[in-house]
């Protein structure tokens, strides 16, 4: 019998359009691989749409928060439709920076250093010396991700503005200069190294995610081996330490600028990867021999209760 997948997509937060293009790409595979799918822009009347439904198993294409941070999961577990990806705790847990930095800290992975400040008293004043950067506590995609660059006199005022809509705690970094790293872990390995390079623009923002031809992916990346291997060896063990599952992508700073500290620090785990034709995962996932509809194939194959 022809499997039932339920592709959930859209929602209402910041990363809607990323989580549409996301949910769209994986439910044109999966049907290409012979599944029947339903796809669904999750709103307010989920529970409804899928005990009604009541699917096989449970694609989650969402980003940012109700999708990626424990509150669909729990509602998935709650009516017993097996899910991709990671399970309530370590989606709640990954989605908090400051408290996932706390656990893979202790696991011994390398972490920036950095508080948390409320907004407000982030933009009156310095908090760190520039350089530095300022990240909402639980976003994604780059969403609301400021660079305060080295001299600069006053801290960014966006912050105090009503303009401002990514919650009113911050997390404020040092800034780690070099290149950024990402590497993802698939079930109990980890894949490839991508070097990301911005094509326009100084950094690895919204726009190079996501804009077609943004960003360029140099991989393998091209740094020494062991340095290579340490990268994987970061992800999957952040991966472990948060009790993620399926698939996690781990983002990386590697200082290896001259007269840099050589630094290698796990910025964070994403439980929810992006899944668009500019994505980081389909391109780690066909560097080790697997098209698009077979990592998304895997996923579902993958999928579960209880984790």
């Keep these: 019998m022809t499997r039932h997948v339920a592709v959930l997509m859209g929602g209402t937060s910041s990363e809607r359009e990323v989580s549409l293009n996301s949910g769209k790409a994986c439910a044109d595979a999966l049907e290409g691989e012979g599944f029947r799918v339903s796809r669904i822009d999750v709103g307010a009347d989920i529970p409804t749409v899928l005990t009604q439904l009541r699917p096989d198993v449970a694609f989650n294409a969402l980003h940012g928060p109700a999708g990626e941070d424990g509150t669909i999961q729990g509602l998935l577990e709650i009516l017993k439709i097996p899910y991709t990806h990671s399970g309530v705790l370590a989606s709640a847990l990954a989605m908090d920076k400051d408290r996932a930095k706390t656990v893979m800290r202790a696991a011994g992975v390398d972490v920036p250093g950095g508080l948390i400040v409320n907004r407000l008293e982030a933009a009156r004043a ?43 705690q911050v997390l404020v970094e040092p800034y780690i200069a070099g290149r950024e790293l990402t590497c993802a872990v698939m079930g109990d390995r980890a894949l490839g190294v991508i070097d990301i390079k911005a094509a326009t623009g100084e950094w690895y923002d919204y726009d190079a995610k996501y804009a077609p031809g943004g960003s360029i992916h140099v991989l393998p990346a091209e740094i020494k081996p062991n340095v290579y291997h340490r990268v994987q060896e970061l992800a999957l063990t952040a991966h472990q330490a948060l009790g993620c599952r399926g698939v996690s992508r781990a983002d990386l700073r590697y200082d290896d600028t001259p007269g840099g500290t050589g630094a290698l620090v796990v910025l964070e785990v994403n439980t929810q990867p992006g899944m668009t034709q500019t994505s980081l995962v389909p391109d780690m996932a066909a560097h080790a021999g697997l098209s698009f509809g077979e990592l998304v194939r895997w996923m579902v194959e993958d999928a579960s209760l209880n984790r």
């Design 126 to 168: 310095h908090v760190l010396p520039p350089p530095y950067v300022v990240k909402p506590n639980a976003e994604g995609s780059s969403m609301g991700v400021i660079i305060v660059r080295d001299g600069r006199s006053h801290p960014p005022q966006i912050l105090a503005s009503d303009e401002w809509r990514f919650g009113e």
